[in-house]
C-alpha cells in the first residue's frame, strides 16, 4: 500500500518560514492535501490539489508537489498555526491515505 | 453554512456494536460523498470508509471491512456508521467528512467535531 512519511515534529521561530514535508513514492502524480488540527479540534483544510487554498485560509500558507515530496510552506510563522499538520492522497489500491502528521511548534 | 455532526459515540464492550450519525446541514447532502475518519488517542488519522451520493459504492479500510457499514438516509441528510465486533483498537475519535471534487480528484472540505468511541471492558 502507499506510504507517506511526515517528520515527527517542526520547530520554527515566530516570523520565519516553516516547511513541512511529506514524502512519497512518485508523489508529484498525485493530488495533495493538507489539514491542519490544533488540540482538541477537528481537522482544517489548509491546502488541497497541492497548492490551492481554501476560502480563509491566510496566503501565508502554500504547497508544492515535485519528484517524491510534497512541502507545506507556511510564512511568517505565528504563535496560533501550532499545531499538527497532515498531509494526504487519494490511492488507487488504499483509497485515502494520510501521512503520519507533523507536530509543529513555534518556539 | 455547512455543518455536520456526529452522535452515538460512547463505552462498549469489546465485541460489542456502536451505530454512529452524522447529520450534515447548510448544503444539499445528496449531491456528495461522504466519508468517515478515526483518531485514536494522541495518533495520526486513518480513513475508514466512504460511500457514494446515491449510496451505491461503498469503501473501506481493510481492518474494518466485515466489521463496519456505512449508510446514508439522504432524506434526513445523515450519515451512519454502524460498528459491530468492536475491538479495543478501534477505540478513537470518529469524524465524518464531506468530500468535494470530481472524479477521482477529491478531497476534505468539512469535518465534523468528532464523536469519541472507547472499546474496553
Known amino acids: 500500500s502507499y506510504v507517506l512519511t511526515q517528520p515527527p515534529s517542526v520547530s520554527v521561530a515566530p516570523g520565519k518560514t516553516a516547511r513541512i514535508t511529506c514524502g512519497g513514492n512518485?508523489?508529484?502524480?498525485?493530488?495533495v492535501h493538507w489539514f491542519q488540527q490544533k488540540p482538541g479540534q477537528a481537522p482544517v483544510l489548509v491546502i488541497y490539489y497541492d497548492a490551492d487554498r481554501p476560502s480563509g485560509i491566510p496566503e501565508r500558507f502554500s504547497g508544492s508537489n515535485s519528484g517524491n515530496t510534497a512541502t507545506l510552506t507556511i510564512s511568517r510563522v505565528e504563535a496560533g498555526d501550532e499545531a499538527d499538520f497532515f498531509c494526504?492522497?487519494?490511492?488507487?489500491?488504499?483509497?485515502?491515505?494520510f501521512g503520519g502528521g507533523t507536530k509543529l511548534t513555534v518556539l | 453554512e455547512v455543518q455536520l455532526v456526529e452522535s452515538g459515540g460512547g463505552l462498549v464492550q469489546p465485541g460489542g456494536s456502536l451505530r454512529l450519525s452524522c447529520t450534515a446541514s447548510?448544503?444539499?447532502?445528496?449531491?456528495?460523498?461522504m466519508t468517515w475518519v478515526r483518531q485514536a488517542p494522541g495518533k495520526g488519522l486513518e480513513w475508514v470508509a466512504n460511500i457514494k451520493e446515491d449510496g451505491s459504492e461503498k469503501y473501506y479500510v481493510d481492518s474494518v471491512k466485515g466489521r463496519f457499514t456505512i449508510s446514508r438516509d439522504n432524506a434526513k441528510n445523515s450519515l451512519y456508521l454502524q460498528m459491530n465486533s468492536l475491538r479495543a483498537e478501534d477505540t478513537a475519535v470518529y469524524y465524518c467528512?464531506?468530500?468535494?471534487?470530481?472524479?477521482?480528484?477529491?478531497?476534505?472540505?468539512?469535518w465534523g467535531q468528532g464523536t469519541l468511541v472507547t472499546v474496553s471492558s
Open positions: 512518485n508523489i508529484e502524480s498525485k493530488s
Open positions: 494526504q492522497v487519494w490511492d488507487t489500491s488504499a483509497h485515502w491515505v
Open positions: 447548510g448544503f444539499t447532502f445528496s449531491n456528495y460523498l
Open positions: 467528512a464531506r468530500e468535494e471534487g470530481y472524479s477521482y480528484a477529491y478531497y476534505f472540505d468539512y
